[in-house]
Nanobody, 121 residues
Framework: QVQMVESGGGLVQAGGSLRLSCTASFGWYALGWFRQVPGKDREFVAAITWRTAMRDYADSVKDRFTISRHAINSSISLQMNSLKPEDTAVYYC?????????????????WGQGTQVTVSS
């Protein structure tokens, strides 16, 4: 059964940190994080490949967020530091089975339910 489980998120003050985690019940080529606020399109945040740990980040989070993969349970985490109110969104974990060097545009087939991140000013 295909299953993706997200954890983490919550409420934090600006400048604070949060950590998101995601576990997939199947083998994946890459896992990524996306975020969405009401009335706007979902946007790419970060992604990482399993085999080579190739990473990519949105410009808006580069140098503040770090995505990592963990071999023990085939999971990933997103460490979010120096959070800003504009980072407030529902964050989704997504998986792709496609072998691609462009982690921003590859099709992500499987999605988690989302977890809310709220950054207060």
């Amino acid at each position: 059964q295909v299953q993706m489980v997200e954890s983490g998120g919550g409420l934090v003050q600006a400048g604070g940190s949060l950590r998101l985690s995601c576990t997939a019940s199947f083998g994946w080529y890459a896992l990524g994080w996306f975020r969405q606020v009401p009335g706007k399109d979902r946007e790419f945040v970060a992604a990482i490949t399993w085999r080579t740990a190739m990473r990519d980040y949105a410009d808006s989070v580069k140098d503040r967020f770090t995505i990592s993969r963990h071999a023990i349970n085939s999971s990933i985490s997103l460490q979010m530091n120096s959070l800003k109110p504009e980072d407030t969104a529902v964050y989704y974990c997504a998986a792709t089975l496609e072998n691609s060097r462009n982690l921003k545009t590859v099709t992500y087939k499987y999605w988690g339910q989302g977890t809310q991140v709220t950054v207060s000013s």
